[in-house]
């Protein structure tokens, strides 16, 4: 029989609008994605309103959606673009439901890394973000990576040495359609990647124009601690 993880008793290390993300408790270097107890399958359908909310609840379950895309881009795609991404594993059976284990991106230091709408909120734009960005967005391009919109909150920032060593995409893979995007031809692949990066420009112009407000805009990519076992070092996303 497999092992139950027990999550109920951990602290998240962050949370989005549909998962907790826990630091896998047996292996420091794994996360493990839960649905949020506050937020069933049925609450987000509902809140589709007609006529999304026809799909199979099934189809709005956030993890099996991330696994079956990844499954599809270790089939299809270069070995090389997955250091713009976090691999998955698979599930394992935890106390708050079933858990898709993924790397947990950290910096050389250990402390989780945090992500590109924090250091930007944090920094403004200095030669070290833009040149990440930039060669992130090439990237994107060169292995046309299919992807829902690139959110700041769902890419986040490796460091080494206090320099910026890659972005890593963490959520929002694959696409809403219904073609398989192996299907697709190399070019509209290529236009779409191309859109992506060209919008995710834009929203990191929409985050420069609210950094003169105090507050940091939403929970969304906050982290609620680092990770480390000293728990003294908690960040306040509430
Ligand atoms: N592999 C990872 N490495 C480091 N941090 C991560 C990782 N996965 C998630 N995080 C952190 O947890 C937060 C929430 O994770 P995630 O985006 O997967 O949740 P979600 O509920 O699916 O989000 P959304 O609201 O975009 O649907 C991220 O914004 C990021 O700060
Ligand atoms: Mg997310």
Not at 110 to 129: F, H, M, P, Y
């Amino acid at each position: 029989m497999t092992k139950l993880i027990v999550l109920s008793e951990e602290r998240p290390f962050a949370q989005g609008g549909n998962r907790l993300c826990f630091v896998h408790p047996e292996n420091p270097n794994l996360c493990i994605k839960v649905r949020r107890p506050d937020f069933s399958l049925a609450d987000r359908r509902r809140k589709k309103g007609f006529p999304k909310n026809l799909k199979p609840l099934s189809s709005f379950d956030d993890n099996q959606e991330e696994w079956r895309v990844m499954q599809s881009f270790e089939k299809h795609l270069d070995a090389d673009a997955f250091k713009l991404l976090s691999r998955c594993y698979g599930f394992v059976e935890t106390d708050m439901g079933l858990g898709l284990v993924s790397d947990l991106i950290r910096d050389d230091l250990g402390t989780i890394s945090e992500t590109l709408k924090k250091c930007i909120w944090d920094n403004g734009i200095n030669e070290d973000i833009s040149t990440a960005v930039k060669s992130f967005a090439e990237q994107w391009q060169r292995y046309s990576i299919p992807s829902r919109d690139l959110l700041l909150h769902n890419i986040v920032v490796q460091k080494h040495e206090g320099k910026i060593k890659r972005l890593v995409v963490i959520d929002g893979l694959g696409s809403a359609g219904i073609v398989p995007f192996y299907w697709l031809t190399t070019k509209s692949l290529a236009n779409k990647a191309r859109r992506k990066t060209a919008n995710l420009y834009e929203r990191i112009d929409a985050l420069l124009d609210q950094r003169g407000q105090d507050k940091f805009p939403g929970y969304h990519g906050l982290l609620l601690h680092t990770g480390h076992t000293d728990s003294s070092n908690n960040g306040g996303a509430h």
